[in-house]
């Protein structure tokens, strides 16, 4: 199903009395549509390149409740851990995150219930937007090269991790994905939702240290991929990966290498365990590659 | 001799009048233990598989017994333009059961059984299932002891009067 149609679907699963409030907007505006938020006695607004448009019918408490029930199959009891982290994907890659009333348990959270709000956004993948860099990546006997993917907050970083896994796995590569917040692959029902390429395999929800160790003993891939690390577990794994013989593609939020080297994961700059590092802004537009240094810190993209 | 087979006749079709009269006792038992059932096949589900309810109605309205149909409409609301599962259950109930065997209030009962099913975490479906465990039990029980009572003086009464007519006739 195309994402545009998957994300209509999701209003198809609304009370009759909301289903057909995206009919508001024009052809143009529904392709242009990035998000959706709903709000528990307000209103539906849509927004995205076209700005903002509201829906002339009120969203009631109990209507909202009806929604999310729908959104979670009538079972929310099914979806609790995706709930306690505030987001499902559901078909399409599409995330919708729940606003509530938080039920805590020792630290925790253990439920979500009256709900308050919904923010539906919509998936997208940008097929070959690593095509660019894709030179930089292997090596004369066309082995992968450890890379780190660097940008701050919302310049691209996911979507071109992404393309790469596709990329490599379409070339042949065996790929293991670990999808902590299932945002590289946006599994649903088992099945990514995202084009990750025939080769990839997907371990879905699980921490980033355990999935790693557990695809590099159970899947034997070529190179492992997960999204945004920072602690000292994550510099152990990647260690481990690298020490046997995995190749490992990763990001992390930062601005510069000699930010980075002060960071958690400074050590393994200093051990030059990365081979490429990829600086990603959003200038000017979301994805542009600003720079790839190698693994001494030189710039070899000129 | 027309009259005895006569006789035996009347006898035979009063036999038949309180099988038959007397089988809304066993029907309403059936019908109550089928639900228990269902019931229990759906906890297992939620507890060990989470499977979603969904899911769980599309199985059960493929096995055998009178509320499978339910489980059937269930489902087509579930799919279309139906709410809350609590909703079509009910609706469902009192469809396929308003002119059963069973009676009003016990139509009523069963079609409240799907109040908060889905709704909750594990727990609160624990808690869901224990109600309804103690709700069919209830009705279980009623049954049983309606059935026993009222079976045995229903066929007593029209094997009795079978032989009266039998009598009078002779």
New interface residues.
Partial sequence: MEKEDSFEMIFRRF??EYRHCIDILTDEEKEKLEEVRVKAEGYLVFAGGFGEKASDIKVSQRGLT?IV??LL??????H?EELCSGYITVEGGHRIGICGRAVMDNGSI??I?EFSSINIRKGREVIGCSRSIQRFLLDEKDDFLNTLVISPPKCGKTTLLRDIVRTLSEKGKRVSVVDERSELCAVYKGVPQYDVGRRTDVLDGCKKSKGMSLMIRSMSPELICTDEIGSEEDVAVIKEAVSSGVGVLTSIHGMSLEELRTSKIGQLIEEKVFERYLFLSAAPKIGTVTEVLDKYGRRIDA | MLRVMVCIMIVLLSFAGGYLYSWRFTGRLLIINDVKEKFNSMERE?MFS?????EICRDLSKEEGPFSKVFTRICEG?AG?G???AELWSEGVKKEFSRSSLKKDQVEGLALLGKGL?????E??KKCFARINTELERLLSEAREESSRLKKMYMSLFVSGGLAVSIILI
Avoid: C, N
């Fill in positions: 009370p009759e009806l029930e729908k199959d009538h079972s929310v009891y099914a609790m253990k439920h219930k | 939620i989470m499977d979603t309810l969904p579930l333009e709410d809350s599962f889905g709704k909750g975490d594990i609160e479906q």
